[in-house]
């Protein structure tokens, strides 16, 4: 199976921030890396699809770029309605795996 | 706009088998792949596997040898089989639409889930 390593695993900022996750993985997956938004209680939500491609209706001010192995998804400056647990996925090989997660929190 | 709503028991014995169904509405089950994913509580997310609508599946070798996935287009359903649960595959369990194109694949929608208990 591939790896998806997360970084970090938690992450506090303030709004208007610019956030910043990173995720790894084990072995080359091109662009087939997917990015998600999950809030307490919800079914996560498709943000990025293909590394870098921004879903429909989807703010602009979440973006993803990377291949290879190493990804970035940038939240541009940081919303309250962006408290949430993010992740990464990839669909270059069955089975597809996530990364372990990102919470993102307020300070 | 194409929705999907999971159903089955919430709460199901150790050693029995698990089954739910995803009703997919607003479109046809006939032109996708559809994926269970799975979430224990307070954990990350599992693929569990999925299913093309010409019937042939794909599954997670962690859980290759208890799952079985099925698709009736006749009622626009697709349905998840998990035999022999323990208190492990106690999950909230989601089903997605697997969109896949040239360049990409990715689960563009998805039910709300439900939450699965097993125990005695």
């Keep these: ?107 | 706009q194409v929705q999907l709503q999971e159903s089955g028991p919430g709460l199901v014995k150790p050693s029995e088998t698990l089954s739910l169904t995803c009703t997919v509405s607003g479109g046809s089950i006939s032109s996708s792949y559809w994926s269970w994913i799975r979430q224990p509580p307070g954990k990350g997310l599992e693929w569990i596997g999925n299913i093309y609508y010409s019937q042939s599946t794909n599954y997670n070798p962690s859980l290759k040898s208890r799952v079985t996935i099925s698709l009736d287009t006749s009622k626009n359903q697709f349905s998840l089989n998990l035999s022999a649960v323990t208190a492990a595959d106690t999950a909230v369990y989601y089903c997605a639409r697997d969109s896949v194109s040239a360049t990409s694949d990715a689960f563009d929608i998805w039910g709300q889930g439900t939450m699965v208990t097993v125990s005695s």
């Design chain 1, 1 to 107: 199976d591939i790896q998806m390593t997360q970084s970090p695993s938690s992450l506090s900022a303030s709004v208007g921030d610019r956030v910043t996750i990173t995720c790894q993985a084990s072995q080359d997956i091109n662009n087939y890396l997917n990015w998600f938004q999950q809030k307490p209680g919800k079914a996560p939500n498709l943000l990025i699809y293909g590394a870098s491609n921004l879903e429909t209706g989807v703010p602009s001010r979440f973006s993803g770029s990377g291949s290879g192995t190493d990804f970035t998804f940038t939240i541009s400056s940081l919303q309250p309605e962006d408290i949430a647990t993010y992740y990464c996925q990839q669909s270059h090989n069955l089975p597809y795996t996530f990364g372990q997660g990102t919470k993102l929190e307020i300070k």
